[in-house]
C-alpha cells in the first residue's frame, strides 16, 4: 500500500519525486508536448522563435532565400529531435540558436568567398538623394565586410552586436569560454576597422575606440 502525505491526497512516493524534479517553465512543457507529438505545440514554438532564428541566418548568410532555407531546416529539425528540457536549466532558444548556427557555418564553407571588391558601384544619385545613396553604400559595406569574416568570427558578431546576446550567451551557443568569444570579437573587429578604415565610426560595435 503506498503511503500518504498528510493531506491525504496525493500518494508520498509521487509527491517526494515532484519535489525533487526542477520546476519546468512554460516553454520546457510545450517542448515536452512537442516531442509527444503536438503538433499544435510546435507551431506555437515555431511562430515564437522563427523571426530571431530567420535574423541570425540572414545575417550569416547575407540573403533571404539561404535564410529562409536555413531557418525552415532549423524548424524541421526541432519538429524531428526537439532538446530536452526537462532539467530546468537548458533553454530552447540557446537550442536553436546553436542549431542555426552550425547550419549557416556549414553552407557558408561550401561557398566561395566574397571580398569588398565584388560590391557593385552605385549609380549616379538623382538630386537629393545623395544623403540615401550614401547611407545604403555605408549599409553594403558594412555588410560585405561582415560577409568577408572568417565564419566563427562572423558568428560571434553577429550573436553579440545583431542578436543582443550576453558574451555569456553567445559563448554557450558556440560551445567556446568568454576569453574564446572575446578573441573572436577581436579579432573581427580588428578586420572591420581595416576593411572600412574611414567609414569605422559609423558602425557602432560594442567597446569600441
Same mark, same amino acid.
Given at each position: 500500500?503506498?503511503?500518504?502525505?498528510? *493531506?491525504?491526497?496525493?500518494?508520498?512516493?509521487?509527491?517526494?519525486? *515532484?519535489?525533487?524534479?526542477?520546476?519546468?517553465?512554460?516553454?520546457?512543457? /510545450?517542448?515536452?508536448?512537442?516531442?509527444?507529438?503536438?503538433?499544435?505545440? @510546435?507551431?506555437?514554438?515555431?511562430?515564437?522563435?522563427? &523571426?530571431?532564428?530567420?535574423?541570425?541566418?540572414?545575417?550569416?548568410?547575407?540573403?533571404?532565400?539561404?535564410?529562409?532555407?536555413?531557418?525552415?531546416?532549423?524548424?524541421?529539425?526541432?519538429?524531428?529531435?526537439?532538446?530536452?528540457?526537462?532539467?530546468?536549466?537548458?533553454?530552447? /532558444?540557446?537550442?536553436?540558436?546553436?542549431?542555426? /548556427?552550425? +547550419?549557416?557555418?556549414?553552407?557558408?564553407?561550401?561557398?566561395?568567398?566574397?571580398?569588398?571588391?565584388?560590391?557593385?558601384?552605385?549609380? %549616379?544619385?538623382?538630386?537629393?538623394?545623395?544623403?540615401?545613396? %550614401?547611407?545604403?553604400?555605408?549599409?553594403?559595406?558594412?555588410?560585405?565586410?561582415?560577409?568577408?569574416?572568417?565564419?566563427?568570427?562572423?558568428?560571434?558578431?553577429?550573436?553579440?552586436? @545583431?542578436?543582443?546576446?550576453?558574451?555569456?550567451?553567445?559563448?554557450?551557443?558556440?560551445?567556446?569560454?568568454?576569453?574564446?568569444?572575446?578573441? +573572436?570579437? /577581436?579579432?573581427?573587429?580588428?578586420? +572591420?576597422?581595416?576593411?572600412?578604415?574611414? &567609414?569605422?565610426?559609423? @558602425?557602432?560595435? &560594442?567597446?569600441? *575606440?
Amino acid at each position: 500500500m503506498i503511503a500518504l502525505t498528510d *493531506t491525504g491526497d496525493v500518494p508520498a512516493a509521487v509527491a517526494a519525486g *515532484t519535489a525533487s524534479r526542477p520546476r519546468q517553465t512554460g516553454e520546457a512543457m /510545450s517542448v515536452a508536448r512537442l516531442a509527444a507529438g503536438d503538433i499544435k505545440a @510546435f507551431e506555437a514554438l515555431a511562430r515564437a522563435h522563427y &523571426d530571431r532564428v530567420h535574423a541570425l541566418a540572414w545575417r550569416m548568410l547575407g540573403n533571404a532565400t539561404d535564410a529562409e532555407d536555413a531557418a525552415q531546416e532549423v524548424l524541421l529539425r526541432l519538429w524531428r529531435n526537439p532538446p530536452d528540457l526537462s532539467d530546468g536549466r537548458a533553454q530552447l /532558444s540557446t537550442w536553436l540558436y546553436r542549431v542555426a /548556427s552550425n +547550419l549557416c557555418i556549414d553552407r557558408l564553407r561550401r561557398r566561395a568567398p566574397v571580398g569588398l571588391d565584388e560590391i557593385p558601384e552605385p549609380v %549616379d544619385p538623382a538630386p537629393g538623394q545623395e544623403e540615401i545613396t %550614401d547611407g545604403l553604400r555605408l549599409s553594403e559595406r558594412v555588410d560585405a565586410a561582415i560577409g568577408a569574416l572568417p565564419e566563427r568570427q562572423r558568428l560571434a558578431l553577429v550573436l553579440t552586436h @545583431f542578436e543582443g546576446l550576453r558574451n555569456t550567451e553567445a559563448a554557450e551557443i558556440m560551445d567556446i569560454t568568454v576569453d574564446a568569444l572575446e578573441s +573572436l570579437l /577581436s579579432r573581427a573587429r580588428r578586420a +572591420l576597422r581595416h576593411a572600412l578604415a574611414d &567609414d569605422w565610426r559609423a @558602425f557602432r560595435g &560594442d567597446d569600441v *575606440t
